[in-house]
C-alpha cells in the first residue's frame, strides 16, 4: 500500500527542541554510535526455534503498529518498508513524515539511501567476476591494483570482502571527525557536498597503521569494499555502478534502484532525513554520495530490495559454488554474527538469518531474510530523535516477522486477513515474549557508514 492507515500516526513534533537536547541528538545523528546493529545482547537462555521454520510456511504479519511506534517512540522521522514471503507481499507500510516542512505523509514505495547494503551488490558483482573466470578471490589485491594498496601484496580478494585484510577504516580518519556543533554545521553546510575519488578514499586509508596483519582478524572497513570497486572496474573496464546496474538492477528490473556517482539527490518519492538543531530541523537528505562509493552509495526501495534478495538467495544470480563462497562465513564477534563475502548470518533461536544493514547519513535499513530468500524484510528508518523504547519496538517487529507472534497471527489488521494462510489455515507461531537475540541498538542514529554500534569510531567521528 502506498498510504499511511488511519491507525498510523503520520504527524511528528516539529517545535524547538531545547539547545541541550537538539546538539546531543544531532552530534548522534552525525558522529559515532553506528546506524544500526545486528548484535546478539546476552540472555539467559535463547528461545526454542519455531517448529516450522519462517521460510517453510507463511507468518501473517502486520507491522503497522511497530512502524508508527518507530516514529512515535523510536526517535525515527519516517519508517518504512514490506514483508514478503515468496512473491506474496504480506505487509508493506509506512509512518511518519515524508517532508516536516509540508507534513506530507511517508509513502511505503519511497525510495532511500540503503548505505552498507550496498556491500552485498557489489559482493555479488565480484562473485559473478569469479564465475566468469576474470577474478580469483585468493588472488593476492596488488594482482588487480598494482601500487594502490601498501602491502597489497599480502591481501586478497577475499579478504575485502570478508573484511579480515586490515585495512583501516578511512571513515575512521579524522577528517570525518564531528566533534561539537560547529563542526556538524561545517558538514551540514560543506562536508556533505565534497567529493572524493576511489584513490583518494584509500590514500586516506594508508596512512594509518594496519589494524592487524591479512587474515589474523576481523574488522569492518569501508577501505575493502572501495578497493573492491575499483577491482571490478579494472577487470571489466566499466565502473562498479555500470555493473550493478547492468547485471543485477536492470535484468531483475529494479526499476527504484540507482547507483549515483557524485549526484546528491534521491531521484522519485522518498522521505526526507533531518539533523535536530537547537533552531529547528536541518535538512540532510541531499549529500555528495561519492564519499562511500562502492561501500555505500546505492539508492533503492523495499520492493526492489526484497526482490534483490530472492533472486540471490534463490540461486539466480550467481551459480551454486559462487554461492556457496559468499555464504562461506568467519566469526564477525564485534557484530556477534559471522560475515560471508558481503552478507552477514545470524544465528537466532528462530532460525538462521541472512542479510546486511546499512546507514548513511540519517538512513539506516535493514535487509534480513531466510537463506531459502523465501521469507524477507525491507525496513528503512529515518533516524531524527532518541529511542526512548531501548529498541523494543524493534525487537518486537523482528519477532513478528521471523518468529510469529500472538499479535501478527491472532490481532492482524483487514487489509492482508487471511492471504498468508496455508494448509490448515494455521500460522506457526511463538509467543509475544520471545526475544530474538538482536542488540537494542538496531535502530539507533549514527555515523556515515555503519553496521553496528559496535563497529563504529570512537564518539565524536563521522561514519
Request: glycine share 12%.
Amino acid at each position: 500500500m502506498n498510504s499511511v492507515p488511519h491507525s498510523v500516526p503520520n504527524s511528528i513534533s516539529t517545535h524547538r527542541p531545547a539547545r541541550r537536547v537538539a546538539l546531543g541528538a544531532a552530534a548522534a545523528l552525525l558522529a559515532g554510535t553506528g546506524v544500526l546493529a545486528l548484535a546478539p545482547v546476552a540472555a539467559a537462555a535463547p528461545p526454542a526455534p519455531p517448529a516450522v521454520a519462517a521460510g517453510d510456511r507463511a507468518i501473517p504479519v502486520d507491522l503497522d503498529q511497530e512502524v508508527a511506534d518507530l516514529v512515535t517512540r523510536g526517535g525515527a522521522s519516517a519508517a518504512l518498508g514490506e514483508v514478503r514471503q515468496g512473491d506474496r507481499v504480506e505487509w508493506r507500510g509506512a509512518a511518519g513524515k515524508a517532508d516536516l516542512a509540508t507534513g506530507a505523509p511517508a509513502r511505503a514505495g519511497g525510495r532511500y539511501r540503503i548505505g552498507s547494503v550496498t556491500k552485498t551488490f557489489v559482493a555479488t558483482v565480484m562473485l559473478q567476476l569469479v564465475a566468469e573466470g576474470r577474478v580469483r578471490l585468493d588472488d593476492p589485491v596488488e594482482r588487480y591494483l598494482p601500487g594502490t594498496l601498501p602491502g597489497g601484496r599480502l591481501i586478497t580478494v577475499r579478504q575485502l570482502l570478508n573484511h579480515t585484510s586490515g585495512v583501516f577504516n578511512y571513515t575512521e580518519d579524522p577528517r570525518f571527525a564531528i566533534t561539537d556543533e560547529a563542526s556538524a554545521r561545517r558538514y551540514l553546510t560543506e562536508g556533505r557536498w565534497q567529493s572524493y575519488r576511489p584513490r583518494e578514499l584509500v590514500r586516506i586509508a594508508g596512512e594509518h597503521a594496519p589494524e592487524f596483519p591479512p587474515g589474523q582478524g576481523w574488522k569492518y572497513s569501508n577501505t575493502n569494499y572501495v578497493l573492491a570497486g575499483m577491482v571490478i572496474q579494472k577487470v571489466t573496464g566499466h565502473s562498479w555502478r555500470y555493473e550493478v546496474e547492468r547485471r543485477i538492477a536492470r535484468p531483475l528490473r529494479l526499476l527504484d534502484t540507482s547507483v549515483p556517482d557524485e549526484s546528491t539527490r534521491i531521484p522519485g518519492p522518498h522521505a526526507k532525513v533531518y539533523v535536530p538543531l537547537p533552531e529547528g530541523p536541518a535538512d540532510l537528505t541531499r549529500i555528495n554520495p561519492s564519499a562511500a562509493g562502492a561501500a555505500g552509495a546505492v539508492i533503492s526501495s523495499s520492493r526492489d530490495l526484497n526482490r534483490f534478495f530472492a533472486a540471490l538467495f534463490g540461486g539466480r544470480l550467481l551459480p551454486a559454488a559462487q554461492l556457496a563462497e559468499m555464504k562461506r562465513t568467519v566469526p564477525a564477534p564485534a557484530l556477534g554474527a559471522s560475515y560471508g563475502l558481503g552478507v552477514i548470518r545470524y544465528d537466532t533461536g528462530c532460525g538462521t538469518l541472512w542479510g546486511h544493514t546499512g546507514g548513511i547519513a540519517g538512513y539506516s535499513t535493514v535487509l534480513l531474510g531466510t537463506e531459502d530468500g523465501r521469507r524477507r524484510l525491507a525496513l528503512s528508518v529515518n533516524a531524527y530523535g532518541e529511542d526512548t523504547t531501548g529498541g523494543e519496538v524493534t525487537q518486537r517487529l523482528l519477532v513478528k516477522v521471523f518468529c510469529g507472534s500472538a499479535e501478527a497471527t491472532g490481532q492482524r489488521g483487514d487489509r492482508h486477513r487471511g492471504e498468508s494462510r496455508k494448509g490448515d489455515g494455521q500460522a506457526t507461531a511463538l509467543p509475544s515474549t520471545t526475544a530474538l537475540p538482536f542488540s537494542a541498538g538496531l535502530l539507533s542514529p549514527g555515523g556515515l557508514l555503519s553496521p553496528a554500534p559496535l563497529l563504529s569510531p570512537a564518539p565524536g567521528r563521522l561514519g
